[in-house]
Nanobody, 125 residues
Framework: QVRLTERGGGSVQAGASLRLSCTAS????????MGWFRRAPGKEREFVAA????????VYADSVKGRFTISRDDDKDTVWLQMTGVKPEDTALYYC??????????????????WGQGVQVTVSS
């Protein structure tokens, strides 16, 4: 497993922008895909976005498509989640994830072997 360190998060008003970052302790085959999940209070864990090495592929949940952008810098072993036009329903604990190459869908949580501690994002109306 790789240690993932998340930064960013906080409390913002609806419509604001926010950027989360996540840095891996090392670059391995286990960081081929990196991404984000979130868990809102009282709800199931939800896939947000994921991106492959060299940014060849990026995938988004429908709920954030067009508002969130995922990017990564392989030289820095870092992935970012740029959140714009946030809504109260984006309030959640956001987890950074990393996993090896797979042909499975990137929204499946079990393909990710490394999980961060989570950062809180709170959006008020």
């Amino acid at each position: 497993q790789v240690r993932l360190t998340e930064r960013g998060g906080g409390s913002v008003q609806a419509g604001a922008s926010l950027r989360l970052s996540c840095t891996a302790s090392e670059r391995t085959t286990g960081t081929y895909y990196m991404g984000w999940f979130r868990r809102a209070p009282g709800k199931e864990r939800e896939f947000v976005a994921a991106i492959a090495q060299r940014s060849e592929i990026s995938v988004y949940a429908d709920s954030v498509k067009g508002r969130f952008t995922i990017s990564r810098d392989d030289d820095k072993d870092t992935v970012w989640l740029q959140m714009t036009g946030v809504k109260p329903e984006d309030t959640a604990l956001y987890y950074c994830v990393a996993g090896p190459f797979t042909t499975r869908g990137l929204s499946a949580p079990d393909i990710y072997r490394s999980w961060g501690q989570g950062v809180q994002v709170t959006v008020s109306s």
